[in-house]
């Protein structure tokens, strides 16, 4: 008898049953009769910190959320400015089962855009150039994608692609270029749509104290002053959940898709500099108009909290 043939067959039933064998056991932790309800999803935009800038266009190949993609997807190319102040574009819909999303990953092309044009993802500028942006990864796994799925087909995920967060310029070659992989990843955030609120109101600066201001909103206690300064990539503000442009004509303003929580505002003047780039001045002092705590403002559900304020001065 041939014992080595003998133990080399054995060695490959052994192995062929230990393959079924984990394929059982990852089938067993799926339940197929498991309830899904059907959740669309979404993407917005927060502003760009550069009046030069008159599109940002991103190409998405695929979103999967807990690893399933989404039904029927075309690749889409979105131009994420145009998405601002609540507007929001539909990307599809996928069936989930209730609860905690643990994943949600957003494919992008770098090289070719929806229609076979180059590049895939670019800056548009204000005299009609596009600037090639290109991402590390293509794969950006998000790492603020936790929201939540609810025993109802009326879900929706909102992915805010936060620009300012996303794309930086330089000042010297006017190209601009996407932050790195990990920046990348922590600049989208996934929101569910049905429990999130809005912050809303006008900044009145009757002194002219100010350029342009932006409202940045935290979380409560995570915000210090060395919010202001950039980080290695170069953004300032990084830990700001959402932030907003407030009208130069009305000074009016609107924070969207806040999930429920505790959040304190925080005011910034900028100035436009020769290459249409807004340079940090400083942190404006207001005060509230309605005797509203700036400090700690509570965002429920389906909320919309008006937060109006007079400039009274500014922090050099």
Avoid: W
């Amino acid at each position: 008898m041939n014992y080595r043939n003998l133990f080399r067959s054995a060695l490959l039933v052994f192995s062929m049953l230990l393959i079924v064998s984990c394929s059982k056991d990852e089938d067993d932790n799926v339940d197929p009769n498991a309830k899904t309800y059907n959740t669309a999803v979404e993407v917005t935009d927060a502003p760009i910190d550069n009046a030069n800038v008159k599109g940002a266009f991103v190409t998405i190949t695929n979103v999967k959320v807990n690893g399933k993609a989404l039904e029927g997807f075309q690749t889409t190319t979105v131009d994420l400015l145009a998405l601002q102040n609540g507007k929001t574009e539909a990307l599809g819909n996928v069936m989930l089962e209730s609860g905690t999303t643990s994943s949600i990953v957003v494919e992008v092309d770098n090289e070719f855009d929806a229609n076979g044009d180059a590049p895939g993802n670019y800056i548009l500028t204000a005299t009609g150039e596009k600037k090639a942006l290109v991402a590390e990864s293509t794969e950006i796994a998000l790492t603020k994608a936790a929201t939540q799925i609810e025993e109802s087909n009326n879900n929706t995920i909102v992915l805010d692609f936060d620009l300012r967060k996303m794309i930086v310029a330089d000042s010297q070659s006017g190209d601009f270029k996407f932050v790195s992989s990990s920046q990348m990843q922590s600049s989208i955030r996934a929101v569910s749509k049905n429990n999130a609120g809005k912050i809303e109101g006008s900044v009145q600066d009757a002194n002219d104290a100010a350029g342009t201001i932006v409202v940045y909103a935290y979380k409560k206690g995570t915000y210090s002053a060395g919010e202001a300064n950039e980080n290695a990539n170069g953004v300032r503000f990084a830990g700001a959940v959402n932030s907003s442009v407030a009208s130069e004509t009305t000074g009016a303003y609107s924070l969207h898709f806040l999930e429920e929580g505790d959040y304190e505002l925080h005011y910034a003047s900028y100035q436009e500099d020769t290459n249409g780039e807004m340079s940090f001045e400083g942190m404006l002092t207001v005060e509230s108009a309605t005797d509203l705590d700036l400090s700690l403002l509570n965002i429920s559900a389906q909320s919309t909290t008006t937060a109006n304020v007079v400039v009274t001065g500014m922090v050099q």
